[in-house]
Each structure stands twice: as structure tokens, then as C-alpha cells.
């Protein structure tokens, strides 16, 4: 493993082989790092892997990126640019099959859904996010997912029918249907056996 790491002056160890190793790449935590170390480390990572992930990214050193690499590499910008994702043409990430959902409850944690976004992008997944769908507005949350998966919607939650017109029902699987309606206090969860007879809630 000693070979895997590149020391920069006493202020970086690059673990070069790390994807190699485990199928996570390294990320760069630009935060408290100075914009020449940033670039430094970023410029390494690009000629070794040709690609690099930067997270937390202050806007003096997005400025001091923008200017100092060549005009070729490819960007992609999460969070309004506080995460990038930096490759070389070519260096693209092989698919893995992954499907990965992140949801948020409020629009605050956005910056933090999409550092995770960038790095499961970055591992070969497909991410599907979903932002501002908590719990006291459900109905926000099963829209999204109607239109993310919906063939898995489909096939997973239509084994109940609706509730009522202000209510729904929801099947989480064939076999142990999960049912829930509108309360005066959130939302009621009940599971039953079969999927012909779904559980309700009295009243």
C-alpha cells in the first residue's frame, strides 16, 4: 500500500490506488486547505487517475481552479459548485449497476445531498435525489417517486388501493403490504399478511 501514497511537502498523502481497493474514490476536502495545496493535490490526481473529487470547495479556490487547469478537463458542478467533479476526456467511470436515492427533508441540506450525489456518481451508480420531501408533506415524497421509478412503483405499490380521496394506500411488497392514511398527527403505518386485504386504519 506504501506505494499507493504521494506525499506534497509534508501537507497531502494521495492515496492513488483507493477506487482500486475498495470502489470508493479519494476525495479532496478543499475546506482549510489553502488554494495552492487544493490545486496541487487536484493536478496530481488528474495526471495519475484522470479524474478528481473536490468537496467543500471555498470560492477563492473554485476561482484559483478555474484559472489554473487546462482548458480540456471536464466539470461537473454539484451544490452551486462547493463539490466538483473534475475528469480528463476519457476518463470516464464504468457503470456498476447501482441505483442509489437521496432524499433531503428540508432545501438547508442540499449542499450535503449532493456531496453524497457527487461521490456515488463518482462510484458508477445512477442517483435519483429527491429534495424538501419530509415527512409532514409525504405526498411531496411519493410523487418523486412515481416519476423516478415507475415501473417499481407499479409493480411494488399498487397492491392497495386508495385509501380515500384525501388518502392513499401503499403496498411495500406483494407479500406484507405497508398501508398508510393521513392523521391528524402525521402518518399511520399498518402491515397485513395478504395483499388482497390491505390494512386500515379505523375511521
Known amino acids: 500500500m506504501a506505494e499507493s501514497l504521494e506525499q506534497f511537502d509534508q501537507f497531502a498523502n494521495l492515496d492513488l490506488l483507493r477506487a482500486q481497493r475498495t470502489g470508493i474514490p479519494e476525495v479532496v476536502l478543499a475546506e482549510r486547505k489553502s488554494p495552492a495545496q487544493t490545486i496541487a493535490i487536484v493536478e496530481r490526481m488528474l495526471g495519475e487517475l484522470g479524474r478528481a473529487l473536490v468537496s467543500r470547495v471555498p470560492p477563492e479556490t473554485l476561482a484559483a481552479l478555474e484559472q489554473a487547469l487546462p482548458a480540456e478537463i471536464i466539470w461537473t458542478r454539484y451544490a452551486e459548485g462547493r463539490t466538483l467533479a473534475l475528469r480528463r476526456p476519457g476518463a470516464d467511470v464504468p457503470a456498476n449497476g447501482g441505483q442509489i436515492g437521496i432524499l433531503t427533508a428540508g432545501t438547508s441540506d442540499i449542499p450535503v445531498a449532493e ?16 429534495y424538501d420531501v419530509g415527512v409532514a408533506g409525504l405526498h411531496r415524497l411519493t410523487a418523486r417517486c412515481r416519476r423516478s421509478w415507475p415501473a417499481w ?24 403490504p405497508a398501508c398508510c392514511r393521513p392523521a391528524r398527527r402525521g402518518w399511520r403505518w399498518s402491515t397485513s399478511t395478504t395483499a388482497s386485504v390491505p390494512a386500515r386504519w379505523p375511521g
Not at 456531496?115 to 429527491?130: Q, S, T
Request: overall charge positive; glycine content about 8%.
Open 153 to 176: 412503483w407499479t409493480s411494488r405499490w399498487s397492491a392497495c388501493p386508495p385509501r380515500s380521496a384525501t388518502g392513499w394506500a401503499a403496498a411495500g411488497s406483494a407479500r406484507s
Open 115 to 130: 456531496e453524497a450525489a457527487a461521490l456515488c456518481v463518482e462510484m458508477g451508480c445512477v442517483v435519483h435525489c429527491a
